[in-house]
């Protein structure tokens, strides 16, 4: 890989993501903590409630349980992305960035599933500052882990 002068921006891309995606996966495991802690508790006849649904979240409104779900699921494929990712930074070479951009892609997909939940969940206004916190972060995320894809991309060419 000739063109080494956009290995630093990916690597610094690259780190953000990561804590970028840690900072969700910690937020997301809170939601998901909270909401099987405080959801539905079925009684002894082990009747469900008229209007049970099994992503019921006690905060947020109804788009938080599809919301959470999907960025938990973001955030560890793309914390494992950033993993993977390491290795093409390391090395640097035209035969490492096929499977690094791939994972990239791969993450950056799923951070757009999330990000579209967080846009209807903005929609439907009633939510804690925490899940505010990882709506901004995964349209934050799926910016910059598109910058990234687009920084190896053009690492490769020579």
């Known amino acids: 890989m000739a063109n080494t002068q956009l290995k630093p921006v990916a690597s610094l891309l690259l780190v953000l993501n990561f804590c970028m995606y840690v900072i969700v996966l910690g937020i ?3 939601a998901m903590n909270r909401a099987i802690e405080h959801g539905f508790v079925i ?3 082990f009747e469900l409630p008229a209007h049970f649904s099994p992503i019921y979240f006690p905060m947020g ?3 938080t349980g599809f919301f959470v779900t999907f960025a938990l699921i973001a955030g560890v494929v793309g ?8 290795n ?3 090395v640097w070479t035209a035969d490492t960035m096929p499977a690094a951009a791939s994972a990239a892609t791969i993450a950056w997909s799923l951070t757009l599933l999330a990000m579209g939940f967080a846009c209807k969940e903005i929609d ?3 939510r804690n500052a925490r899940l505010r916190t990882m709506e901004a972060f995964l349209i934050i995320l799926s910016a910059t882990q598109l910058l990234y894809i687009a920084a190896i991309h053009a690492g490769a060419r020579r």
């Open 124 to 126: 439907l206004r009633i």
């Open 88 to 90: 093409h930074i390391r």
């Open 79 to 86: 914390a494992a992305s950033a993993i993977a990712g390491l």
């Open 61 to 63: 409104n109804a788009a």
């Open 43 to 45: 009684g002894p006849a």
């Open 28 to 30: 997301g495991g809170w």
